[in-house]
């Protein structure tokens, strides 16, 4: 019987237009976890580049890692910056 490898599953893979990054957030948003919506930004701020981004924001690298990983409360300030370094806005309608 012959083994069969499995890969790890990565979402940055699948975070590769506009499109995707939209409905993925709008995915994580609708379910109210805000843990989840940090580790969301964290996956599309490395699926365009963790240096970018963490010059954009004028934050060091490993900074936003740890801002941006699981159980991580960054200020609403940090989350700001990186989603309009990523080219997102935020907004609220009724």
């Known amino acids: 019987m012959s083994k069969i490898e499995v890969k790890p599953f990565d979402i940055t893979e699948y975070l590769d237009s506009e499109e995707a990054i ?32 963490a010059q954009k924001t004028g934050l060091g690298r490993e900074n936003l890692y740890n801002a941006l990983k699981s159980g991580s409360k960054p200020r609403f300030e940090t989350v700001a910056k990186v989603i309009y370094a990523l080219g997102l806005n935020i907004s609220i309608t009724p």
């Open 22 to 53: 939209s409905e993925y957030l709008s995915q994580v948003l609708a379910n109210g976890d805000s843990d989840e919506f940090i580790r969301a930004i964290g996956h599309i701020a490395r699926a365009r580049s963790m240096t970018d981004i």
